[in-house]
Protein backbone atom coordinates (compact mmCIF):
# COMPACT_ATOMS: atom_id res chain seq x y z
CA UNK A 1 0.00 0.00 0.00
CA UNK A 2 1.52 3.57 -0.92
CA UNK A 3 1.36 5.54 2.08
CA UNK A 4 3.05 7.69 4.85
CA UNK A 5 3.21 7.58 8.58
CA UNK A 6 4.58 10.10 10.71
CA UNK A 7 5.71 9.71 14.23
CA UNK A 8 7.39 11.82 16.72
CA UNK A 9 4.82 14.05 17.96
CA UNK A 10 4.54 14.65 21.61
CA UNK A 11 4.41 17.35 24.18
CA UNK A 12 6.86 19.47 24.14
CA UNK A 13 7.77 22.71 26.88
CA UNK A 14 8.51 26.26 24.98
CA UNK A 15 12.28 26.18 24.05
CA UNK A 16 12.50 22.17 23.70
CA UNK A 17 13.17 20.38 20.57
CA UNK A 18 11.66 17.42 18.75
CA UNK A 19 12.59 15.52 15.94
CA UNK A 20 9.38 14.09 13.71
CA UNK A 21 10.28 10.99 11.30
CA UNK A 22 7.87 9.79 8.17
CA UNK A 23 8.37 6.59 6.71
CA UNK A 24 7.33 6.24 3.51
CA UNK A 25 5.94 2.73 2.12
CA UNK A 26 4.58 1.49 -1.48
CA UNK A 27 6.54 3.41 -4.12
CA UNK A 28 10.21 4.65 -4.56
CA UNK A 29 10.71 7.14 -1.93
CA UNK A 30 13.94 8.33 -3.43
CA UNK A 31 11.77 9.39 -6.96
CA UNK A 32 10.03 11.98 -5.17
CA UNK A 33 10.67 15.58 -3.31
CA UNK A 34 8.66 15.64 -0.16
CA UNK A 35 7.62 18.83 2.53
CA UNK A 36 5.96 19.02 6.06
CA UNK A 37 2.90 20.96 5.70
CA UNK A 38 1.03 21.93 9.08
CA UNK A 39 -2.07 22.74 10.56
CA UNK A 40 -2.61 24.58 14.12
CA UNK A 41 -5.95 23.22 15.67
CA UNK A 42 -9.08 24.90 13.92
CA UNK A 43 -7.25 26.48 11.48
CA UNK A 44 -5.88 26.28 7.64
CA UNK A 45 -2.54 24.35 5.97
CA UNK A 46 0.70 25.80 5.90
CA UNK A 47 3.63 24.24 4.13
CA UNK A 48 6.70 24.47 6.55
CA UNK A 49 9.61 23.06 4.42
CA UNK A 50 10.47 21.02 1.41
CA UNK A 51 13.56 19.01 -0.07
CA UNK A 52 14.19 17.68 -3.35
CA UNK A 53 14.94 14.24 -4.15
CA UNK A 54 18.50 14.12 -3.12
CA UNK A 55 18.21 16.92 -0.32
CA UNK A 56 20.57 18.98 -2.42
CA UNK A 57 17.94 21.64 -2.48
CA UNK A 58 15.82 22.30 0.63
CA UNK A 59 13.18 25.15 1.48
CA UNK A 60 11.60 26.54 4.62
CA UNK A 61 8.80 28.92 5.54
CA UNK A 62 10.19 32.28 7.10
CA UNK A 63 7.87 30.86 10.54
CA UNK A 64 10.36 28.37 11.18
CA UNK A 65 13.46 29.31 9.18
CA UNK A 66 16.31 28.47 11.51
CA UNK A 67 15.04 26.70 13.76
CA UNK A 68 13.67 23.59 12.24
CA UNK A 69 15.63 21.18 9.66
CA UNK A 70 14.57 18.80 7.39
CA UNK A 71 16.31 15.90 6.43
CA UNK A 72 15.72 12.89 4.37
CA UNK A 73 17.38 9.08 4.63
CA UNK A 74 16.60 7.37 0.95
CA UNK A 75 17.78 4.22 2.11
CA UNK A 76 15.26 3.68 5.00
CA UNK A 77 12.92 5.52 3.07
CA UNK A 78 12.26 7.88 5.44
CA UNK A 79 11.78 11.44 6.14
CA UNK A 80 12.44 13.87 9.10
CA UNK A 81 11.59 17.31 10.98
CA UNK A 82 14.24 18.45 13.61
CA UNK A 83 12.26 21.00 15.43
CA UNK A 84 14.01 23.25 18.04
CA UNK A 85 13.34 26.44 20.13
CA UNK A 86 9.80 25.67 19.99
CA UNK A 87 7.14 28.08 20.34
CA UNK A 88 3.69 27.26 21.49
CA UNK A 89 2.86 28.72 18.23
CA UNK A 90 4.46 25.81 16.66
CA UNK A 91 1.56 23.69 18.30
CA UNK A 92 0.26 22.14 15.42
CA UNK A 93 -0.55 18.83 13.71
CA UNK A 94 2.21 18.00 11.21
CA UNK A 95 1.83 16.01 7.94
CA UNK A 96 4.04 14.88 5.71
CA UNK A 97 3.34 15.26 1.84
CA UNK A 98 4.86 13.77 -1.55
CA UNK A 99 5.07 16.14 -4.43
CA UNK A 100 3.55 14.77 -7.46
CA UNK A 101 6.38 13.68 -9.21
CA UNK A 102 5.09 15.50 -12.38
CA UNK A 103 6.47 18.80 -11.71
CA UNK A 104 9.37 20.26 -9.72
CA UNK A 105 7.67 21.98 -6.45
CA UNK A 106 4.31 21.23 -7.39
CA UNK A 107 1.37 19.84 -5.56
CA UNK A 108 0.90 16.99 -2.85
CA UNK A 109 -0.29 13.93 -4.14
CA UNK A 110 -0.12 12.00 -0.97
CA UNK A 111 -0.33 12.84 2.65
CA UNK A 112 0.17 11.10 5.49
CA UNK A 113 -2.23 11.22 8.64
CA UNK A 114 -0.03 13.70 10.63
CA UNK A 115 1.47 13.88 14.32
CA UNK A 116 0.66 16.15 16.82
CA UNK A 117 3.06 18.72 18.66
CA UNK A 118 1.75 20.25 21.18
CA UNK A 119 3.99 22.84 23.01
CA UNK A 120 2.61 23.90 26.27
CA UNK A 121 4.30 24.38 29.72
CA UNK B 1 4.97 35.82 -1.23
CA UNK B 2 1.47 34.72 -3.28
CA UNK B 3 -1.26 35.17 -1.05
CA UNK B 4 -4.67 32.72 -2.18
CA UNK B 5 -8.01 33.97 -0.98
CA UNK B 6 -11.10 31.88 -0.50
CA UNK B 7 -14.76 32.07 -0.55
CA UNK B 8 -16.78 32.04 0.96
CA UNK B 9 -15.50 30.95 3.91
CA UNK B 10 -18.62 28.74 4.90
CA UNK B 11 -20.99 27.73 2.20
CA UNK B 12 -24.16 26.22 3.01
CA UNK B 13 -25.74 23.82 0.49
CA UNK B 14 -28.23 21.49 0.36
CA UNK B 15 -27.71 17.67 -0.67
CA UNK B 16 -27.78 17.28 -4.40
CA UNK B 17 -27.37 21.26 -5.09
CA UNK B 18 -24.60 22.86 -7.01
CA UNK B 19 -21.65 24.11 -4.74
CA UNK B 20 -19.19 26.79 -6.18
CA UNK B 21 -16.19 27.49 -4.32
CA UNK B 22 -13.76 30.11 -5.31
CA UNK B 23 -10.36 31.07 -4.89
CA UNK B 24 -8.38 34.39 -5.99
CA UNK B 25 -4.84 34.72 -5.92
CA UNK B 26 -2.50 37.73 -5.64
CA UNK B 27 -0.36 37.73 -8.89
CA UNK B 28 -1.18 35.27 -12.04
CA UNK B 29 -0.11 31.76 -11.74
CA UNK B 30 -1.34 30.71 -15.00
CA UNK B 31 -3.07 26.94 -14.24
CA UNK B 32 -1.17 26.07 -11.29
CA UNK B 33 -3.40 25.35 -8.63
CA UNK B 34 -4.63 22.26 -6.75
CA UNK B 35 -7.58 21.91 -5.01
CA UNK B 36 -8.17 19.79 -1.80
CA UNK B 37 -10.73 18.04 0.33
CA UNK B 38 -10.31 17.42 3.98
CA UNK B 39 -12.86 15.98 6.27
CA UNK B 40 -12.53 16.49 10.46
CA UNK B 41 -10.03 14.50 11.72
CA UNK B 42 -8.43 13.25 8.44
CA UNK B 43 -5.58 14.39 6.34
CA UNK B 44 -6.30 16.50 3.11
CA UNK B 45 -7.02 14.76 -0.59
CA UNK B 46 -5.72 16.05 -3.38
CA UNK B 47 -8.84 16.64 -5.89
CA UNK B 48 -8.03 18.85 -8.49
CA UNK B 49 -4.28 19.63 -9.84
CA UNK B 50 -3.35 21.50 -12.69
CA UNK B 51 -6.43 23.96 -12.06
CA UNK B 52 -8.66 21.78 -13.52
CA UNK B 53 -7.08 17.89 -13.89
CA UNK B 54 -9.04 15.40 -11.71
CA UNK B 55 -6.79 13.45 -9.21
CA UNK B 56 -6.56 9.82 -9.41
CA UNK B 57 -10.47 8.26 -8.07
CA UNK B 58 -11.62 11.85 -7.92
CA UNK B 59 -15.75 11.69 -9.06
CA UNK B 60 -16.46 13.41 -11.83
CA UNK B 61 -18.79 15.49 -10.32
CA UNK B 62 -15.71 17.67 -9.09
CA UNK B 63 -14.66 20.02 -11.66
CA UNK B 64 -12.39 22.68 -11.56
CA UNK B 65 -11.88 26.24 -13.64
CA UNK B 66 -9.89 29.13 -14.24
CA UNK B 67 -6.56 30.39 -15.08
CA UNK B 68 -4.48 34.03 -14.20
CA UNK B 69 -5.87 35.05 -10.89
CA UNK B 70 -9.27 33.12 -10.52
CA UNK B 71 -9.96 29.85 -9.77
CA UNK B 72 -13.06 27.70 -9.43
CA UNK B 73 -13.80 24.37 -7.87
CA UNK B 74 -17.62 23.31 -8.61
CA UNK B 75 -19.15 20.18 -6.88
CA UNK B 76 -21.91 19.58 -9.18
CA UNK B 77 -24.21 17.62 -7.00
CA UNK B 78 -23.42 17.53 -3.33
CA UNK B 79 -23.40 13.97 -1.56
CA UNK B 80 -23.16 13.52 1.66
CA UNK B 81 -19.49 13.00 1.67
CA UNK B 82 -18.51 16.52 0.29
CA UNK B 83 -19.38 18.32 2.96
CA UNK B 84 -16.07 19.22 3.96
CA UNK B 85 -13.19 22.07 4.23
CA UNK B 86 -11.89 22.65 0.95
CA UNK B 87 -8.22 24.18 0.27
CA UNK B 88 -7.30 25.57 -3.11
CA UNK B 89 -3.11 25.97 -3.35
CA UNK B 90 -0.89 27.75 -5.79
CA UNK B 91 2.40 26.31 -6.89
CA UNK B 92 3.67 28.61 -9.35
CA UNK B 93 5.67 30.63 -7.47
CA UNK B 94 7.58 28.74 -4.34
CA UNK B 95 9.02 28.44 -2.02
CA UNK B 96 6.53 29.15 -0.48
CA UNK B 97 3.72 26.97 -1.51
CA UNK B 98 1.07 28.94 -0.39
CA UNK B 99 -2.66 27.94 1.01
CA UNK B 100 -5.84 29.54 0.48
CA UNK B 101 -7.81 29.93 4.01
CA UNK B 102 -10.26 27.18 3.41
CA UNK B 103 -13.82 26.79 2.60
CA UNK B 104 -15.67 24.79 4.43
CA UNK B 105 -19.23 23.56 2.99
CA UNK B 106 -21.95 22.41 5.23
CA UNK B 107 -25.25 20.96 5.31
CA UNK B 108 -28.06 23.09 4.97
Known amino acids: EVQLVESGGGLVQPGGSLRLSCAASGFIFSHYEMNWVRQAPGKGLEWISYISRSAGTIYYADSVQGRFTISRDNAKNSLFLQMSSLRAEDTAVYYC??????????????WGRGTLLTVSS | EIVMTQSPATLSVSPGERATLSCRAS??????VAWYQQKPGQAPRLLIYGASTRATGIPARFSGSGSGTEFTLTISSLQSEDFAVYYC??????????FGGGTKVEIK
Open chain 1, 97 to 110: ARTSIDMVRGYFDL
Open chain 2, 89 to 98: QQYNNSPPLT
Open chain 2, 27 to 32: QTISST
